[in-house]
């Protein structure tokens, strides 16, 4: 990754809904424009978010979407309003912030349910967009999140039976998303805070099966963990508010878009599969297997700065 820099330029932005948007750049005022869209949903951009960005060819924007990170109000908030955080507001708040920096089209970069958000929103607005670097590749799919909620209790039994058991029974057979979701939005702080642990000890599980892979979400901050563990049910207990299949059907508008997709080998979240046929709906695409990475971890992190790197250069010729 690049070296680290302070931000030159940061904020909150007002998007409506009473909902302030944390932003910032980096690099230099002359730089390609590109913007950052982390994953969770909820899990906000981190110090090293800008690293992935060259800071002399790139203007990066950074910033964390609603209810998480520096952002406000927190999803953690007992009193949180969710019914205004969808991914057509997510996707409506990087128009108003492209807008209020003054840029008219960036380089999109995303990772995991950023890949996701990226997508939708070069979808809807493909004049905006001049490339897309993409990692750990996911498409909002209802058979993607059954996948990793359900279907990953066959490869990790022992630990599925310890995510349910938190449930009521009547309720461990249906949407397993939505049902973690009422336990989250409980008045009871212990119901929310051991939702939060098992919700997060589960997504360790099944991230990656590279060897030497190590759990990250279940050792981070309860406070955080109840933000990410609450705006992910929240999305995937309503089908991330997308139509399903739904970004496959609508590749034809990015078709021309030229992209890179990145995903680790060993990514048993999510598998190959969903890159594979992003790819092939995608001419302008190309796709890079990781050989020693899970949902990250290996060397995707370099291969995530490189591509970054050539689309500048794709972009921008020297």
Known sequence: MHPFIEPYHFGHLDVG???????????????????????????????????????????????????????????????????????????????????????????????????????????????????????????????????????MGRVFPRQWDHFVELLPEGERGGDLAAAYARLLASPDQAVREEAARRWCEWEDTHMSLAPGYEPHLSVRELSWQIVFARLVTHYWGHGCFLADNEVLANMPRIA???????????????????????????????????????HFGGSMGEQFTVAIDAMADQLRPA
């Open 17 to 151: 809904d009473g909902h302030a948007v944390y932003w910032q750049v980096v690099g230099s005022p002359d730089g390609l424009p590109a913007v950052w869209l982390h994953g969770g949903p909820g899990a906000p951009a981190s110090p090293d978010s800008g690293r992935n960005f060259d800071p002399v060819r790139y203007r990066a924007v950074i910033f964390d979407q609603r209810g998480c990170g520096r952002s406000r109000p927190l999803a953690s908030d007992i009193d949180a309003d969710l019914s205004s955080n969808t991914t057509t507001d997510l996707v409506a708040d990087i128009e108003r912030l492209r807008s209020h920096l003054g840029i008219d089209r960036w380089v999109v970069v995303g990772g995991s349910w950023g890949v996701t958000l990226a997508l939708v929103y070069a979808q809807r607005h493909p004049e905006r967009v001049l490339g897309m670097v993409l990692a750990a590749v996911t498409s909002g799919r209802w058979r993607e999140t059954q996948w990793i909620t359900r279907d």
């Open 256 to 294: 021309h878009i030229p992209a890179t997709l990145i995903h680790g080998l060993y990514d048993v979240s999510g598998p190959l599969d969903t890159a594979w046929e992003l790819h092939k709906a995608w001419p302008a695409s190309r796709l890079v297997v990781v050989d020693d990475a899970g």
